[in-house]
Each structure stands twice: as C-alpha cells, then as structure tokens.
C-alpha cells in the first residue's frame, strides 16, 4: 500500500515512525525542508542559547536502515484527488493513501503593516533571523548619538501572551540584562524596554490562573511591560500601534499572536473549516474524501467528546493522531474496525524565566525550580537524537552555569 505523508512535523513523523518496518506499507514522507523541527525550543535560538542545529534533525538521517520509508524533498502544490496524485515543486507522486500534516503558519489576520515589518517565530529561519535582527540593532544602538533612536533600536515588543509570547519576553528580558553589562556597555545608561502585549486579559491562556498570575508576577519581577486586554493593531515607520490608541517606537516587534492552518490547494472547499483547517472525522479522514487523511495542527475534529470545538494546536495532540493513524492504518489493510481518536491530556507547562517555569497537570500545579527541571526534562526526552539530547543538556548547562552563552553571531546568507 502507498502511503504518501505530506509534512515531517510531530504529526507525519510520528505517523511515518510507527509505519517504519511494516513491509505492507510502502512510505515517502514529503517536506519542504530536509529536516524535522522541534518548534518548543525556537525561542532558545533566537535568543542565542541553543545551537540551531540542536532542534533539527535531517530526515534521510533518521530513516537509515528503515527499508519502506522513504523522503521526497518539495512543497506541496496540488492535491488531484481524481487522479490519487500530488504535485510537488519536485515532481509528481502517485498514492494508495494520502496523509496531510502540513501545520500552521503564521496568522497576521489581514495587518499588512505588520506581515510586512514584524518578525515571526515559526521556522528556523525565522528564529535565526530574529538573532541577527537583535543582534545588528545593538550594534546600531552604539553607533547612534541620538538618544530617542538608541531607545528605539533597543525597544522590543512581544504580541501575544499565550507560551510563545510569554517565553520568548522572559528569555529577552533575562539576556538583554547580561549581554548589556557584559558586551555592549555603551548602552547601559539607554531607557529600554520591553513590552508583551497581549490581546487576552490573561498571559497564558488555556492554562490554569494559577500559571497566568504567575507568569504575570515573574516577567513583572524582570521588568517585562505587560499590557493586558490590548490588541497590536500596526506597526508602521518603527511604530507600533496598539488598539488602546497608545503607540511604542520599537525596533523589533515579534509576532507569536496565530496561526492559520497551511492551504491545501486542490481539496473542495467545504472540507475546510474554522481556522483553515481541514475537517476531519473521528478517524482523521477527510471530510467527503475516501483515502486523504489530515492530522496535527492542521486538521478540524469535533467529534471527541471532552473537545466539541476541536482540539488545540499543541505537539501532543499532533502526536497521538500520527500513533492512532498508523494503528488504523494497519486495522484498515487487515479488514478491522478502526478506533476513534481521543485525546489523552497529559497536562501543560511554560517556561518563563531562569529556574522558574509553570506545571498544569489533569489534577495538580506547580511551580518555581521543581517545575523548571520537569519542563526541562520533559523537552530534552521527545528530541530526535541522543547526540542532539546531548548538545542540548550541554548548551543549556554551558549557557546556564556561564549566564554567557556563546552564539551571539550575526549569520546573513550571500544574497
Ligand atoms: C514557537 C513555537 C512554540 C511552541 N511551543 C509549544 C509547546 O511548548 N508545547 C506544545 O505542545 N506545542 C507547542 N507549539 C505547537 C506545536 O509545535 C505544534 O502543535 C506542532 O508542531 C504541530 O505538529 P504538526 O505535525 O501538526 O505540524 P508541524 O510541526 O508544524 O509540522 C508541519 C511540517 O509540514 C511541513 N510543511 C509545511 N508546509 C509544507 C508544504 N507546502 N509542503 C511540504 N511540507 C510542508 C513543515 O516543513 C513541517 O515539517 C509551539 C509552536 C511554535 C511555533
């Protein structure tokens, strides 16, 4: 049976995993990039504490020795359903069963001025980018004698309070504190700031009040203005606008506000549900389809009881629908009923700041160091590679014990 998985993410890589070694199942995986990525820890390289190449892991690497499991490297153009075939900026594949597991991407709801300026964290690319962006701004920081542009170039606003948002404002506002004392000491005496804005009248979200008020007390602690119940509405000549009329010159402003969920040119429109993303039924299968499946971010499912209104887009989520799939997938080649799909909520975290994070579990909440070394326990284990866990635990306790982390470069690609 040719399965073709569109999308290496925790989704279709989970999927393609637990088809790996089952000759019945003939298996390309097709992404874009050569490599799978752990988004959690994005935030980590643009703020200079991890190596890029420490949440990344080559997929031709991974399927070394898995004889059904194949990679294709292309983007997806069309789905021609009539035909069982897709069409990639790299040829044309041919499938018995097609899986979608494309993700999100960024979601800068219609704001021009922003999708234009603001710098997004989704990709590799858009981490390394935002490294550059800080790090070049510094550097102009010095150079400038006017005061009113030394404050702007080192102003950073964070839109959006859920863990992205929260995350990246702790980590910038604890590195910025050392990297001026230690390397830009021209810029001590500057009057910067910066700002999380937030559009919810809580931080975090989905999590518990507990962990809002929380996360609200430490970044308050480290000098993070958050501003609640306010909306980033443009960002336009380095200032950005916000729905309360007030406006900050800023630099840098980060975008983590929503995701919209990838377009799938070539499927029916009524397929396609709230947020973009495509509709599903208990068994991931496509809504009017007979043989496309869509799981992770991408997919719509309202038919497990405890998430009427579909699931959230977390890793865990995406997870388990590629284990379910490649169970149903199996039962479905030897003639058994398939399972529905239902979530098993093992709890939620954020980091916000050295030694001090958040802990949501089904029936209890922590905090401070203990649910500091759980989150980071918890997000060393599902990193693809021991050698990449390795990296990892050393970057983190080399940045950590120094408070000096070591990858402050400026890397521009030759254009
Ligand atoms: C900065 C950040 C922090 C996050 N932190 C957390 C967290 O702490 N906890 C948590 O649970 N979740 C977190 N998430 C959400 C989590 O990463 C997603 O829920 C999860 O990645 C969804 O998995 P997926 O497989 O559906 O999609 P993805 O992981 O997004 O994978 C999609 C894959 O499809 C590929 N692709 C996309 N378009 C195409 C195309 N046209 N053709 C071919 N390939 C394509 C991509 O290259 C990618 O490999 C975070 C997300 C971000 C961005």
């Given at each position: 049976?040719k399965i073709v998985?569109i999308?290496g993410?925790f989704?279709?890589?989970?999927?393609a995993?637990?088809?790996?070694?089952n000759?019945?199942?003939?298996v390309?995986?097709?992404?874009?990039?050569?490599?799978?990525l752990?988004?959690?820890l994005?935030?980590?390289?643009s703020?200079?504490f991890?190596?890029?190449s420490?949440?990344?892991?080559p997929?031709?690497r991974?399927?070394?020795?898995?004889?059904?499991?194949?990679?294709?490297?292309?983007?997806?153009?069309?789905?021609?359903?009539s035909?069982?075939?897709i069409?990639t900026?790299?040829?044309?594949?041919s499938?018995?069963i097609?899986?979608?597991?494309?993700?999100?991407?960024?979601n800068y709801?219609?704001l021009?001025?922003?999708?234009?300026?603001?710098?997004?964290?989704?990709?590799?690319?858009d981490?390394i980018?935002?490294?550059?962006?800080l790090?070049?701004n510094?550097?102009?920081a010095?150079?400038?004698?006017?005061?009113?542009?030394?404050?702007?170039l080192?102003?950073?606003v964070?839109?959006g309070?859920?863990?992205?948002?929260?995350?990246?404002?702790?980590?910038?506002?604890e590195?910025?504190?050392?990297?001026?004392?230690?390397?830009?000491?021209?810029?001590?005496?500057?009057?910067?700031n910066?700002?999380?804005?937030?559009?919810g009248?809580?931080l975090?979200g989905?999590m518990s009040?507990k962990?809002?008020a929380?996360?609200?007390?430490?970044?308050?602690?480290?000098?993070v203005q958050?501003k609640?119940?306010t909306?980033v509405?443009?960002?336009?000549n380095?200032?950005?606008?916000?729905?309360?009329?007030?406006?900050?010159?800023?630099a840098?402003l980060?975008?983590?506000s929503?995701?919209?969920a990838?377009q799938?040119?070539?499927?029916?429109?009524?397929?396609i549900?709230?947020?973009?993303?495509i509709?599903?039924?208990?068994?991931?299968?496509?809504?009017?389809a007979?043989?496309?499946?869509?799981i992770?971010?991408?997919?719509?499912?309202?038919?497990?009881?405890?998430?009427?209104?579909?699931h959230?887009?977390l890793?865990?989520?995406?997870?388990?629908?590629?284990?379910?799939?490649?169970?149903?997938?199996k039962?479905l080649?030897?003639g058994?009923v398939?399972?529905?799909f239902?979530?098993?909520?093992?709890g939620?975290?954020?980091?916000?700041s050295?030694?001090?994070?958040?802990?949501?579990?089904?029936?209890?909440f922590?905090?401070?160091?203990p649910a500091?070394?759980v989150?980071?326990?918890v997000h060393?284990?599902?990193?693809?590679g021991?050698?990449?866990?390795?990296?990892?635990?050393?970057?983190?306790?080399?940045?950590?014990?120094t408070?000096?982390?070591?990858?402050?470069?400026?890397i521009?690609p030759?254009?």
């Amino acid at each position: 049976m040719k399965i073709v998985i569109i999308g290496g993410g925790f989704a279709g890589l989970n999927l393609a995993k637990h088809l790996a070694g089952n000759p019945i199942f003939n298996v390309t995986l097709v992404d874009k990039n050569n490599y799978h990525l752990f988004p959690p820890l994005l935030y980590q390289v643009s703020t200079a504490f991890i190596e890029a190449s420490n949440i990344t892991y080559p997929f031709r690497r991974m399927f070394q020795y898995k004889e059904n499991l194949r990679f294709h490297l292309g983007e997806l153009k069309e789905v021609v359903a009539s035909d069982n075939k897709i069409k990639t900026s790299n040829g044309d594949l041919s499938y018995d069963i097609l899986v979608l597991a494309m993700g999100t991407e960024t979601n800068y709801f219609g704001l021009e001025s922003i999708e234009k300026h603001a710098l997004p964290l989704k990709t590799i690319d858009d981490a390394i980018h935002l490294r550059n962006h800080l790090l070049l701004n510094a550097e102009k920081a010095v150079r400038t004698n006017d005061p009113v542009d030394k404050c702007r170039l080192q102003n950073i606003v964070i839109s959006g309070g859920g863990p992205t948002g929260v995350e990246v404002s702790g980590m910038l506002a604890e590195m910025i504190q050392s990297l001026i004392n230690k390397d830009y000491p021209e810029l001590k005496e500057a009057d910067a700031n910066i700002y999380l804005i937030s559009s919810g009248n809580a931080l975090l979200g989905p999590m518990s009040k507990k962990s809002q008020a929380e996360a609200y007390k430490v970044l308050d602690k480290l000098g993070v203005q958050v501003k609640l119940n306010t909306a980033v509405k443009g960002y336009i000549n380095g200032d950005v606008h916000l729905s309360n009329g007030g406006c900050i010159p800023a630099a840098t402003l980060v975008w983590t506000s929503g995701v919209i969920a990838r377009q799938v040119p070539g499927l029916p429109n009524d397929c396609i549900g709230r947020g973009n993303r495509i509709i599903v039924d208990e068994f991931n299968k496509v809504k009017g389809a007979e043989n496309i499946f869509a799981i992770g971010d991408q997919c719509l499912q309202t038919t497990d009881a405890d998430y009427p209104n579909g699931h959230p887009q977390l890793a865990q989520v995406a997870i388990q629908q590629g284990f379910c799939l490649a169970s149903n997938l199996k039962r479905l080649h030897s003639g058994q009923v398939l399972k529905p799909f239902k979530y098993k909520n093992k709890g939620s975290m954020a980091i916000i700041s050295k030694y001090k994070a958040v802990v949501d579990l089904p029936k209890a909440f922590f905090k401070g160091l203990p649910a500091w070394l759980v989150w980071l326990f918890v997000h060393i284990i599902p990193i693809v590679g021991f050698g990449n866990k390795v990296k990892l635990a050393y970057n983190w306790f080399l940045s950590l014990m120094t408070n000096d982390p070591a990858l402050r470069l400026i890397i521009r690609p030759k254009k």
